[in-house]
């Protein structure tokens, strides 16, 4: 038994019959353009992953400085400043005393 039911001489048969109708180096051309082919999608492929990896890296970067301001934003909060406050102690005391 050979390959899905043929046997091995059929499949030599096939062979001969093949390299007689093309000769040797058309069958060189068709599989160096196959292997063309073959190493141009592995490296599309390579890239496509490469471009994915670097936007989940972007992502996870803009995540966790997303968080650094939400914990400034919140400590600013708890320590009774405001988020847009940008005064100095001295200002605030002058408000304070003016009031």
């Known amino acids: 038994m050979g390959f899905g ?6 499949l030599l048969l096939i062979l001969v019959i093949v390299l007689l109708l093309f000769g040797t180096k058309k069958l060189r051309n068709v599989g160096s353009d196959l292997g063309g082919a073959i190493k141009g999608f592995k490296s599309a492929m390579s890239e496509g992953e ?13 995540g966790e400085e997303g968080e650094q301001a939400g914990a400034q934003v919140e400590h600013r909060e708890q320590s ?12 605030r005391e002058k408000r304070q005393s003016s009031s």
């Open 5 to 10: 039911g043929i046997s091995v001489w059929s």
């Open 50 to 62: 490469k471009e994915a990896k670097e936007v989940k890296d972007s992502v996870e970067k803009s």
């Open 80 to 91: 009774g400043e405001s988020a847009g406050a940008t005064d100095t102690g001295q200002e």
